[in-house]
């Protein structure tokens, strides 16, 4: 049981403020219990904090200042509390910034007058002010959604009596908000289907597992299409017989709808959703519920690992070899790494599911760490896509095209059979380049050290890095020249001009992240492939992932060597895992499928394992080549990213970090570089990159916390540390 403290005494409150440590305040009236969110102040202002732990008493009683006032939430529990402590250890991140992560729960802060929800009314006010046409834009953003008096203050940047004002003149509606509801109940013996042999001993483990209420992880390795999906509902149904709660983490939004749909035939019901595209109220909703109990499954974003679950008994982290698991912003974490450990701590299950697992986990259970259950064949009668390359060096193509006439044919012969076809190009935009054909000049971004990408769809060139857009100029920048200006290479709207050229009865759909103003619109357009309202579906990376369209039987990918290129020592890892996934898309129902992939190496070894299928084979090769290096997973490495706006400065940093290296030497870890960052240079800033390369099994954390800490960050210059970096 936590402790609880009566009022006046010290307690140590951490906010999400960037200070360094829990700060003491007396506790208020009536007392406090351990982890409980308060209100405390700092300075001239009000934050938000929670209870850490005794105070210190280091400091003179009497100016202690008092906790304002205990928060209407559920304390955090000792077990996040471990968690965030851990993972901010782990990833050295200050405290701070990891609460921030569990304190993302909108209207935590209002106090209960506040509870009041607002909508948009049916009158415009008769006088208008800056501020009430913000209350007014951002509400009717919310398309009918209401807002607390507290999130819409904070959002339109207008004070309290803005509001109340508006509301007066009926131009705002204000309600009651609704008293936040529970989840419905599911039922774990709604609708299980009857289990393939090897899919019931795989779900029998897993069903142990979560039975023993103790730590395990599992991977969980099956062709696409195999059920591992059913498979893992099977973990997640004795979860919620045991009462416990699970956590299902999906590395796109746009796989949600669809599981959402099998959740519900599984167990009746619709299980909780936590990611970008759930509205401020239901969020808020959300997460009272799962602090509550009443909220038995949730489905969501890495995101979701940091919410205060009761009794987190399972989490599945599906397609966990996904680089989207990581985040590489603000806090570097890695969500699968994150899942196993705070599973370690509430004693729960953890189940990486994927056909094409990472390296790392594939290590795991090699070394024992992990437990490996196989499903080795597709449910029922369909089969694996058979895998064979075309040798480009052999094709004969125009110019500006990309699609081979081998291609070309056996697209044809699909579309006949009224089967579909998908065309696969990892590129977004119309063309990577563009050339001033007068004088060479490439179009670059302003900001960075990245080319712009023509966009035809937005009639604009974009930078894939910072997002700067300019329209297309008609003379080239650097000469003059008019109408010079050419597209040089395929992107994923290029191909679908080609293709329209090529096939011209067929019905396309583009598939490409930012052809989709909303998750809605993408989901809108997947259902409608799946139910063949295409023949041709041509996309990047985005259709690779989880989709199920049965009428699909051929995959083409337009270019299998693009992965390959760059010095990325995880290079053939990723082309190997996003070539097995696309092919897995083909075939999924009683069609067989085949994937054609256009190569100019056809002999290359990691496109020979791609299309020999041995995957043991493979992995045993990359493992044999990273242990031979000591390279992860057989070593650790971690990056330290620099960046100022002055170059100078980052390299003179960078260089005096290199030599003074003694608190890793001393782990018996290296320092690499300085070298110039991977995109050398973003929104502006310079970027350099150190990588410390450390044995396993030494204590990195440690070594790279004194290292930093010798190093003093004036001015412009900003550090950030990768622990397991993705690239390197
Ligand atoms: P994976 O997650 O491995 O790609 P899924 O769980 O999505 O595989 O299964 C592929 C397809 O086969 C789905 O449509 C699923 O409903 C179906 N399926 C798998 N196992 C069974 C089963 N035991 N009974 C009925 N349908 C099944
Ligand atoms: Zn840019």
């Not at 006046?8 to 003491?24: E, F, I, M, N, Y």
């Not at 077990?79 to 909108?106: I, N, Q, V």
């Not at 139910?531 to 990047?540: E, L, M, P, S």
Request: charged share 25%; aromatic share 6%.
């Amino acid at each position: 049981m936590d402790a609880f403290y009566d009022e006046g005494t010290l307690v140590a409150v951490l906010t999400t403020q960037p200070l360094d440590r829990a700060l003491d305040y007396k506790a208020p009236e009536g007392g406090c219990w351990q982890g409980a969110f308060v209100e405390v102040p700092l300075g001239p202002r009000k934050v938000l904090g929670v209870v850490w732990g005794p105070g210190r008493g280091d400091f003179d009683y009497a100016r202690v200042r008092s906790v304002i006032r205990v928060l209407d939430a559920a304390p955090m529990r000792d077990e996040l509390r471990s968690f965030l402590e851990r993972a901010g250890d782990y990833t050295l991140t200050p405290l701070s910034a990891m609460l921030r992560l569990a304190t993302r729960a909108p209207g935590l802060g209002d106090a209960p007058s506040m509870r009041k929800i607002y909508r948009l009314g049916d009158s415009e006010p008769e006088r208008m002010t800056d501020a009430r046409r913000r209350v007014l834009d951002v509400l009717s953003d919310m398309g009918g959604l209401a807002l607390t008096q507290g999130e819409l203050a904070e959002t339109a940047g207008v004070t309290p009596s803005v509001i109340k004002g508006l509301a007066k003149t009926g131009a705002v509606r204000e309600e009651e908000a609704p008293r936040d509801t529970p989840f419905p109940r599911l039922d774990p013996d709604y609708g299980g289907k009857a289990l393939a042999d090897d899919q019931a001993v795989a779900a029998q483990d897993l069903r142990a597992g979560v039975a023993s209420g103790r730590y395990g992880t599992v991977l969980l390795k099956g062709v696409t299409g195999s059920g591992k999906t059913e498979v893992y509902l099977e973990a997640v149904a004795e979860c919620l017989a045991q009462g416990r709660q699970a956590l299902v983490l999906l590395p796109e939004i746009a796989l949600t709808a669809e599981f959402l749909t099998r959740v519900e035939a599984r167990f009746g019901a619709r299980p909780a959703e936590w990611h970008s595209g759930v509205t401020v109220t239901e969020r808020r909703r959300v997460w009272k519920q799962i602090a509550a109990g009443g909220a038995q499954l949730v489905v969501g974003a890495r995101s979701a690992l940091f919410l205060p679950y009761r009794d987190l008994g399972l989490v599945v982290v599906d397609e966990e070899h996904d680089t989207s698991y990581k985040q590489d912003e603000g806090v570097f974490y890695n969500a699968r790494d994150m899942a196993v450990l705070r599973a370690s701590i509430c004693a729960a299950q953890v189940v990486l599911a994927s056909a094409t697992p990472s390296l790392e986990s594939w290590a795991n259970a090699d070394a024992g760490k992990y437990r490996r259950l196989d499903l080795t064949s597709r449910f029922g009668a369909s089969l694996l896509p058979e895998m064979r390359a075309i040798d480009m060096r052999a094709e004969t193509l125009p110019s500006n095209r990309w699609v081979s006439p081998s291609l070309q044919s056996e697209v044809l012969a699909r579309l006949q059979k009224g089967e579909q076809a998908m065309l696969f190009l990892n590129r977004r935009g119309y063309a990577p380049v563009t050339i001033c054909r007068a004088c060479g000049h490439q179009i670059g971004c302003p900001h960075c050290d990245a080319r712009m990408v023509e966009h035809r769809f937005l009639q604009r060139l974009v930078c894939h890095q910072c997002g700067e857009t300019i329209a297309k100029p008609e003379t080239c920048p650097s000469c003059g020249a008019e109408d010079k200006l050419a597209a040089v290479g395929p992107g994923v709207e290029r191909l679908a001009e080609e293709a329209a050229e090529l096939f011209p009865q067929a019905r396309l759909a583009v598939l490409s992240s930012d052809l989709f103003g909303s998750a809605r619109a993408l989901k809108e357009e997947i259902e409608k492939i799946a139910q063949g309202g295409a023949d041709i579906v041509i996309g990047t990376q985005l259709v690779a992932k989880g989709h199920n369209f049965p009428l699909l039987t051929l995959v083409g990918v337009i270019d299998a060597d693009l992965g390959l290129q760059g010095s990325d020592l995880r290079a053939a890892e990723r082309t190997f895992q996003l070539m097995r996934q696309v092919a897995g898309r083909a075939g999924r129902a009683e069609k067989p499928g085949v994937a054609l992939l256009q190569t100019y190496q056809p002999e290359h070894p990691v496109i020979r394992a791609i299309l020999s299928g041995d995957e043991e084979g493979f992995w045993q090769a990359e493992a044999d080549e990273r242990r031979a290096a000591g390279m992860p997973p057989y070593g650790r490495l971690a990056g330290v990213i620099l960046s100022s706006t002055e170059v100078q400065e980052v390299f003179d940093l960078g260089n005096a970090m290199a030599r003074q290296d003694a608190p890793l030497r001393r782990i018996g870890a290296q320092v690499y570089g300085p070298a110039p960052a991977p995109v050398a240079r973003v929104r502006g800033r310079h970027r350099v990159r150190l990588l410390v390369k450390a044995p396993k099994g030494v204590a990195l954390q440690p070594a790279l916390a004194e290292w930093a800490a010798q190093f003093r960050l004036r001015g412009e210059l900003r550090m950030a540390i990768d622990i397991d970096p993705q690239s390197f």
